[in-house]
């Protein structure tokens, strides 16, 4: 092992070849984050969350387990955004002598690495997905606190419907769906739910990850008369999604997307075409649970910007692995794992978090929006640091 920083007691290392036992009084947490490709905006955000949290647990004495308090490592590999790279990754690092592995962002890596982990009995959490499909294959291992699909899309009617009039509502629904698991899971449960709330999805169209040319799929939503547009696409693909919409004077009501904009490069990318766009990232610091005003402060210090809305749900994937294995009293992965299961916190920066029996977590779902070049907390109501800007102004205009 090459040790790259430290960082007021955080021990940050790189990935080197070969088996290594954790160093006596460590417990060792082992992450595979895409840092660099098409997701790497993203996992800069989780690997941000981890380390903080990490710092701020060792500087409080780190965990206790058996008598013995021992601090945090983290051990963090490049994925480069390749699944097949995640489990190769995932693999190597299970000779590292990892207590828990902690998972990247996007929901293709997260899938890749739940069977590894699962394969290696090895307690795997993870945010920055919301795949719902892969807690539905039994796995023991795996758990997440953060919203999935289903959550996420009662939420984008319910917040919408909360802030509108019936006759302000954009009822004419366009899905532009990646051709992926999740893709194709989503954009099912935004069909299925859309009647019931009031909504018809009068458009839905498939596209490859990283197709260049959305101009059919945005044409023939535009035909039909779409007043919402909703998908999940990457980083680029929804960049190149919006300058499009742009180019063919598409203007919705509303954009919400998932996962694309979740990082800043959004608005340093787009400008102001990249306002009035909405995101499902999970987090933002605006929420009022505990913790959470002080990771905002303390990334604004070290980052010259308000906490990026993924580093409060990898923050708290810290703090529930601290906890199984504080509880559990044993490095025994068997036993975190059944520690984990049981996990009943009231106080993270995410707020309660408990897990079903599938790996899956009642987390607060929240909504963000793009706002002069900055994103601000729309709902849940009670948390909003701005109210819902609708219609979105037209291009022209912005």
Not at 40 to 52: F, I, N, P, T
Not at 169 to 178: D, G, H, S, T
């Amino acid at each position: 092992m090459v040790r790259t920083a430290v960082l007021l007691g955080l021990a940050v290392v790189a990935f080197a070849s070969g088996s290594g036992a954790a160093p006596a009084g460590v417990v060792r947490l082992g992450a595979v984050i895409p840092l660099t490709g098409r997701f790497a905006s993203g996992g800069a955000q989780v690997r941000a969350g981890y380390e903080m949290a990490v710092e701020d647990l060792n500087a409080r004495g780190g965990v206790r387990v058996g008598g013995q308090q021992l601090r945090l490592e983290l051990v963090v590999v490049d994925d480069e955004s390749d699944p097949t790279k995640t489990v190769s990754r995932m693999e190597a690092l299970a000779q590292q002598d990892v207590a828990v592995y902690l998972g990247g962002f996007g929901s293709d890596l997260h899938a890749a690495a739940a069977a590894v982990a699962e394969k290696n009995r090895t307690p795997y959490c993870g945010v920055a997905f919301a795949l719902w499909g892969i807690h539905q294959r039994g796995y023991k291992y795996l758990f997440s606190p953060f919203p999935k699909s289903p959550e996420m899309a009662i939420e984008t009617y319910r917040m919408l419907n909360g802030y509108l009039l019936q006759d302000q509502r954009p009822r004419r629904v366009a899905i532009f769906a990646e051709r992926t698991d999740w893709g194709r899971e989503i954009s099912n449960l935004w069909s299925v739910r859309s009647t019931e709330f009031g909504y018809q999805v009068v458009f839905r169209g498939e596209y490859t990850v990283g197709t260049r040319d959305l101009s059919d799929l945005i044409l023939r939503a535009k035909a039909a008369g779409a007043e919402l547009v909703l998908g999940v696409p990457t980083p680029p693909d929804g960049i190149t999604l919006v300058r499009q919409m742009k180019e063919l004077d598409f203007n919705p009501k509303a954009l919400l997307l998932i996962r694309a904009p979740d990082a800043p490069a959004w608005s340093q990318s787009l400008g102001r075409d990249g306002d009035y766009t909405l995101l499902m990232p999970g987090w933002h610091p605006g929420v009022k649970f505990p913790g959470a005003a002080d990771l905002n402060r303390k990334h604004q210090e070290r980052f010259g910007r308000p906490a990026d809305v993924l580093v409060g749900p990898a923050y708290a994937c810290v703090q529930v692995a601290a906890d199984a294995v504080q509880r559990a009293g044993s490095l025994d992965r068997e036993r975190i794992r059944e520690a984990m299961a049981s996990t009943s916190l009231r106080s993270t920066v995410v707020g309660p978090v408990r897990f079903r029996p599938d790996g899956t977590s009642p987390v607060t779902t929240v909504v963000v929006q793009w706002q002069a070049g900055r994103q601000e907390l729309v709902w849940p109501r009670e948390f909003a640091t701005r109210p819902l800007a609708y219609p979105a102004a037209p291009w022209r205009n912005r």
